[in-house]
């Protein structure tokens, strides 16, 4: 039970342990933001492409 409670009230690591949970947050926020912007900025580039396909023929 002490070591229960020494683990508890310890705060060595804690630290760490709070920049690694941001770090993920961060990490999951721009994964999602890059799916949600990538298949945009893929469907404007392909419009473009077929533009400028069709002008040139």
Do not use: C, P
């Amino acid at each position: 039970m002490s070591n229960l409670r020494r683990l508890w009230e310890e705060e060595h690591g804690q630290d760490l342990v709070e920049y690694a949970l941001l770090l993920v947050l961060i990490s999951l926020v721009a994964v999602a933001t890059m799916r949600t912007f990538g298949k945009a900025v893929s469907d404007v580039f392909s419009n473009a492409a077929k533009e400028m396909t069709i002008a040139t023929t």
